[in-house]
C-alpha cells in the first residue's frame, strides 16, 4: 500500500491523464477506463486504500468535488433548451424516480432477500444518475438535441433531489419507532428544500450581480467563483445536514439563466476542474470496492439489474413521456440510457456507515450493490448506446461538416465543391446578397453575425466540426474563431491571413493563437484570391497518381493555388501556412487554378 499522500496522489491524477487518453483514442466512454483502473489500483493490487491514505478527510473531499461537479453541470442549463420538453423533464426527475424506487424496492427485497429498510436506501441510492456519466456518455453517443437535453437536465436536478430521497429515506428509518415519523419525515424534506433552495437562489443572485457589475476583476472570475461554491455547499450543510448539494445545483441554474452574466470561461474553467474531479473520485471510489462482496452477490445482482435496465427504466421513461411530443424512438433512446455514476457511489458509502452506527444488520451490503449497479450499467450502455442510438435513427451525424464565414464568391466555390464530397456546410454572413445568391446555388446558409446571441440559439451545428474563416473582416475571422475553438477545437479551426497582417508589423498584428491555423500558405489572404478569382482562375479537381504527382502538377500549373487534398482514407489536408503540403499517388487535389495550363 502507498502510504505517503503526496505519492498516492500523484498516481491518482496521473492514471486519470492515462485513462481519459486511452479513452480518446479508443472513443469508448472514460468511465470505463476509470473503473478499471481504480479496481486495479485498489483491491487487486493494493496500492491504494483511500481511507488509509485520505483517513477522515476522505468524504468531505468527495461531497465537496460532487458540488463542484453539480455546479459545473448546472452552468450548462439554460431553459430555453426545455422548450418542448420541460415536462419530460419534471416528470422524469419527479414520476420516474418514483417508479423506479418502488420497482426497484419489491425486486431488491424478493430476489436479493434484503430487508425492506435496506432495500428503500438501495432504491433511493440507485435512482440517481449524474453528470459525471451521462456528459461523458453522451459526448460519444451523440444523440439527438432533444434526447441530450433531457438526459443532461435529467442528470444534474436528479442528483439532489436523489439525494434529498435518501435523506427522507433514512429519516424515516431512524424515527419509525417514535411516534410522529411521517411528520418528522415530511418536516426534514421541507428544511432541505427551504435551506438549499434560498441560499442557491441568493448565492446564484449574488453572484450574478457580482460579475456583471465588473465588482470583481476578470482575472479573479474563477477562483472567486470556485470560493463561493465551496462556502455556499458548506454553509448550506452546517445550516441543514446534505441540502448542499441542491444549493449548488440551484445557484448554477440560476447563474446560467440570469440576463447580462457572462459565464463562458467560469464554464470552461470548471470543465476542467470538473474532468479532473471525475476522472480521481471514480478511481478512488473504485479502489474502495470489496471484490470478495461483489462476487458474493452471484447471480441475484444480474437479475436486479436485468429489472433496473429493462423493468423500471422504461416505465418511468414510458408514465414521464406520456402526451409529450417525443416520438417512439426517442423514448426508447431514453430508456436505454440511465447509468450510475459518482453521487451514488458517495452517497452509498456515506449511509452505509451511518446505518452500520444504527445497528442496522447488513447496511455494510450496500456500498457492493451501489457499485454493482455502477459498474454494470456503465459497461453495458458505454457499449450499446451508441450502436443501439444510429440503429433508431436518433444519433447525430459524425461531426465533419464545416462552418464557413462568409458567403463570398470564393467561400461559395469552396462549399460547393465540399458538398460534391459529401461534406455539410454552413455558410454564415451578414450579407444579405451574398446569403441570397448561395441559397440560389443551393447552399446551406444562415443570415446573421456568427457570433451574436442569435446565432448561439438559432445555429445548427449537429454534423459540424470544423471551422473556416473566409470572410473579408479580420476582426470577425478572429472573433469567430476565438468563439468557437471551444465546440470544435483548435486544430479544426482554419482562418484565412488577412491583409493588415501581411502589410503591418508584429506589434500591429492579431496573435497567431486567436486566428486559428492560417490557409493555403505564405501571402494568400482574401484580397489575393478576389483578384485571382476576378482574373479568371477556377477551382479545379485534379487526380494526383503515380503518373501525374504533384510535382508534375506544380510545374504545369506553375501559378495555381493549392487549397486542400482528400487522401485515400477519405480525410481532408488543408494546405496551411508553416506545414509541407505534399498530395501523395491516390489523393484528390482541389486548387484554384487558371482556366487553361501555360505549356
Given at each position: 500500500?502507498?502510504?505517503?499522500?503526496?505519492?498516492?496522489?500523484?498516481?491518482?491524477?496521473?492514471?486519470s491523464?492515462?485513462?481519459?487518453?486511452?479513452?480518446?483514442?479508443?472513443?469508448?466512454?472514460?468511465i470505463?477506463?476509470?473503473?478499471?483502473?481504480?479496481?486495479?489500483?485498489?483491491?487487486i493490487?493494493?496500492?491504494?486504500?483511500?481511507?488509509?491514505?485520505?483517513?477522515?478527510?476522505?468524504?468531505?473531499?468527495?461531497?465537496?468535488a460532487?458540488?463542484?461537479?453539480?455546479?459545473?453541470?448546472?452552468?450548462?442549463?439554460?431553459?430555453?433548451?426545455?422548450?418542448?420538453?420541460?415536462?419530460?423533464?419534471?416528470?422524469?426527475?419527479?414520476?420516474?424516480?418514483?417508479?423506479?424506487?418502488?420497482v426497484?424496492?419489491?425486486?431488491?427485497?424478493?430476489?436479493?432477500?434484503?430487508?425492506?429498510?435496506?432495500?428503500?436506501?438501495?432504491?433511493?441510492?440507485?435512482?440517481?444518475?449524474?453528470?459525471?456519466?451521462?456528459?461523458?456518455l453522451?459526448?460519444?453517443?451523440?444523440?439527438?438535441?432533444?434526447?441530450?437535453?433531457?438526459?443532461?437536465?435529467?442528470?444534474?436536478?436528479?442528483?439532489?433531489?436523489?439525494?434529498?430521497?435518501?435523506?427522507?429515506?433514512?429519516?424515516?428509518?431512524?424515527?419509525?419507532?417514535q411516534?410522529?415519523?411521517?411528520?418528522?419525515?415530511?418536516?426534514?424534506?421541507?428544511?432541505?428544500?427551504?435551506?438549499?433552495?434560498?441560499?442557491?437562489?441568493?448565492?446564484g443572485?449574488?453572484?450574478?450581480?457580482?460579475?456583471?457589475?465588473?465588482?470583481?476583476?476578470?482575472?479573479?472570475?474563477?477562483?472567486?467563483?470556485?470560493?463561493?461554491?465551496?462556502?455556499?455547499?458548506?454553509?448550506?450543510?452546517?445550516?441543514?445536514?446534505?441540502?448542499?448539494l441542491?444549493?449548488?445545483?440551484?445557484?448554477?441554474?440560476?447563474?446560467?439563466n440570469?440576463?447580462?452574466?457572462?459565464?463562458?470561461?467560469?464554464?470552461?474553467?470548471?470543465?476542467?476542474?470538473?474532468?479532473?474531479?471525475?476522472?480521481?473520485?471514480?478511481?478512488?471510489?473504485?479502489?474502495?470496492?470489496?471484490?470478495?462482496?461483489?462476487?458474493?452477490?452471484?447471480?441475484?445482482?444480474?437479475?436486479?439489474?436485468?429489472?433496473?435496465?429493462?423493468?423500471?427504466?422504461p416505465?418511468?421513461?414510458?408514465f414521464?413521456?406520456?402526451?409529450?411530443?417525443?416520438?417512439w424512438?426517442?423514448?426508447?433512446?431514453?430508456s436505454?440510457?440511465?447509468?450510475?455514476?459518482?453521487?451514488?457511489?458517495?452517497?452509498?458509502?456515506?449511509?452505509?456507515?451511518?446505518?452500520?452506527?444504527?445497528?442496522?444488520?447488513?447496511?455494510?451490503?450496500?456500498?457492493?450493490?451501489?457499485?454493482?449497479?455502477?459498474?454494470?450499467?456503465?459497461?453495458?450502455?458505454?457499449?450499446?448506446?451508441?450502436?443501439?442510438?444510429?440503429?433508431?435513427?436518433?444519433?447525430?451525424?459524425?461531426?465533419?461538416?464545416?462552418?464557413?464565414?462568409?458567403?463570398?464568391?470564393?467561400?461559395?466555390?469552396?462549399?460547393?465543391?465540399?458538398?460534391?464530397?459529401?461534406?455539410?456546410?454552413v455558410?454564415?454572413?451578414?450579407?444579405?446578397?451574398?446569403?441570397?445568391?448561395?441559397?440560389?446555388?443551393?447552399?446551406?446558409?444562415?443570415?446573421?453575425?456568427p457570433?451574436?446571441?442569435?446565432?448561439?440559439?438559432?445555429?445548427?451545428?449537429?454534423?459540424?466540426?470544423?471551422?473556416?474563416?473566409?470572410g473579408?473582416?479580420?476582426?470577425?475571422?478572429?472573433?469567430?474563431?476565438?468563439?468557437?475553438?471551444?465546440?470544435?477545437?483548435?486544430?479544426?479551426?482554419?482562418?484565412?491571413?488577412?491583409?493588415?497582417d501581411?502589410?503591418?508589423?508584429?506589434?500591429?498584428?492579431?496573435?497567431?493563437?486567436?486566428?486559428?491555423?492560417?490557409l493555403?500558405?505564405?501571402?494568400?489572404?482574401?484580397?489575393?484570391?478576389?483578384k485571382?478569382?476576378?482574373?479568371?482562375?477556377?477551382?479545379?479537381?485534379?487526380?494526383?497518381?503515380?503518373?501525374?504527382?504533384?510535382?508534375?502538377?506544380?510545374?504545369?500549373?506553375?501559378?495555381?493555388?493549392?487549397?486542400?487534398?482528400?487522401?485515400?482514407?477519405?480525410?481532408?489536408?488543408?494546405?496551411?501556412?508553416?506545414?509541407?503540403?505534399?498530395?501523395?499517388?491516390?489523393?484528390?487535389?482541389?486548387?484554384?487554378?487558371q482556366?487553361?495550363?501555360q505549356?
Amino acid at each position: 500500500m502507498i502510504e505517503d499522500v503526496t505519492l498516492a496522489i500523484s498516481l491518482i491524477v496521473l492514471s486519470s491523464i492515462v485513462c481519459q487518453w486511452l479513452a480518446w483514442k479508443s472513443k469508448l466512454p472514460p468511465i470505463l477506463f476509470l473503473l478499471l483502473c481504480g479496481i486495479l489500483l485498489g483491491p487487486i493490487a493494493g496500492l491504494l486504500v483511500p481511507e488509509e491514505i485520505f483517513g477522515d478527510l476522505l468524504f468531505p473531499s468527495v461531497s465537496l468535488a460532487v458540488a463542484i461537479i453539480l455546479f459545473e453541470g448546472s452552468l450548462t442549463l439554460q431553459f430555453r433548451e426545455l422548450h418542448g420538453i420541460q415536462s419530460v423533464v419534471q416528470y422524469m426527475v419527479t414520476v420516474g424516480a418514483l417508479v423506479h424506487f418502488i420497482v426497484v424496492s419489491v425486486a431488491s427485497a424478493l430476489i436479493l432477500g434484503l430487508s425492506w429498510k435496506i432495500a428503500f436506501i438501495f432504491a433511493a441510492i440507485t435512482c440517481v444518475t449524474g453528470p459525471t456519466v451521462i456528459v461523458p456518455l453522451l459526448r460519444t453517443v451523440r444523440p439527438n438535441a432533444k434526447i441530450s437535453n433531457v438526459l443532461r437536465w435529467e442528470g444534474i436536478v436528479i442528483d439532489p433531489l436523489g439525494a434529498l430521497l435518501v435523506v427522507m429515506v433514512y429519516e424515516f428509518m431512524v424515527s419509525d419507532a417514535q411516534a410522529g415519523a411521517m411528520g418528522h419525515t415530511t418536516l426534514v424534506f421541507f428544511q432541505l428544500i427551504l435551506v438549499g433552495g434560498i441560499l442557491g437562489a441568493v448565492g446564484g443572485y449574488a453572484l450574478g450581480v457580482l460579475l456583471r457589475r465588473q465588482w470583481i476583476p476578470e482575472y479573479l472570475h474563477n477562483l472567486a467563483t470556485l470560493a463561493w461554491v465551496v462556502s455556499i455547499f458548506s454553509l448550506s450543510n452546517f445550516i441543514e445536514h446534505e441540502s448542499g448539494l441542491l444549493a449548488v445545483t440551484v445557484m448554477g441554474i440560476w447563474l446560467a439563466n440570469m440576463p447580462r452574466v457572462r459565464v463562458e470561461e467560469i464554464l470552461n474553467f470548471k470543465e476542467n476542474l470538473s474532468i479532473m474531479f471525475i476522472s480521481a473520485l471514480f478511481i478512488v471510489l473504485a479502489a474502495r470496492v470489496n471484490l470478495s462482496e461483489l462476487i458474493a452477490l452471484s447471480w441475484p445482482i444480474f437479475v436486479v439489474l436485468i429489472v433496473i435496465q429493462f423493468v423500471s427504466r422504461p416505465l418511468g421513461v414510458f408514465f414521464s413521456t406520456i402526451n409529450s411530443t417525443l416520438n417512439w424512438r426517442e423514448r426508447a433512446m431514453l430508456s436505454w440510457i440511465a447509468p450510475r455514476g459518482i453521487v451514488a457511489a458517495a452517497i452509498s458509502a456515506l449511509f452505509s456507515i451511518k446505518l452500520e452506527q444504527q445497528g442496522v444488520e447488513n447496511a455494510a451490503i450496500i456500498v457492493p450493490l451501489t457499485f454493482s449497479v455502477i459498474i454494470g450499467t456503465v459497461v453495458w450502455q458505454s457499449f450499446t448506446s451508441r450502436p443501439i442510438a444510429k440503429w433508431l435513427k436518433v444519433a447525430e451525424p459524425e461531426p465533419r461538416g464545416f462552418l464557413i464565414i462568409g458567403a463570398n464568391t470564393f467561400a461559395r466555390q469552396l462549399a460547393k465543391a465540399l458538398k460534391e464530397w459529401d461534406y455539410k456546410t454552413v455558410l454564415v454572413d451578414t450579407n444579405w446578397e451574398y446569403i441570397r445568391t448561395a441559397r440560389m446555388e443551393g447552399l446551406e446558409t444562415f443570415y446573421g453575425n456568427p457570433i451574436s446571441a442569435y446565432a448561439d440559439r438559432e445555429l445548427d451545428l449537429v454534423g459540424i466540426g470544423y471551422l473556416l474563416a473566409l470572410g473579408p473582416q479580420r476582426d470577425l475571422n478572429v472573433l469567430a474563431t476565438w468563439k468557437y475553438r471551444h465546440d470544435f477545437g483548435r486544430n479544426n479551426i482554419f482562418s484565412l491571413q488577412a491583409l493588415e497582417d501581411v502589410n503591418s508589423s508584429e506589434k500591429h498584428q492579431v496573435s497567431e493563437e486567436q486566428k486559428g491555423q492560417m490557409l493555403f500558405g505564405e501571402g494568400i489572404t482574401y484580397s489575393s484570391l478576389v483578384k485571382l478569382i476576378n482574373s479568371g482562375f477556377a477551382l479545379k479537381v485534379t487526380k494526383i497518381t503515380e503518373s501525374f504527382n504533384y510535382k508534375n502538377f506544380q510545374d504545369l500549373y506553375p501559378d495555381a493555388v493549392p487549397l486542400l487534398a482528400i487522401n485515400e482514407q477519405k480525410k481532408l489536408v488543408f494546405s496551411v501556412r508553416g506545414v509541407v503540403f505534399s498530395p501523395q499517388p491516390g489523393w484528390t487535389l482541389l486548387s484554384l487554378t487558371q482556366p487553361s495550363p501555360q505549356v
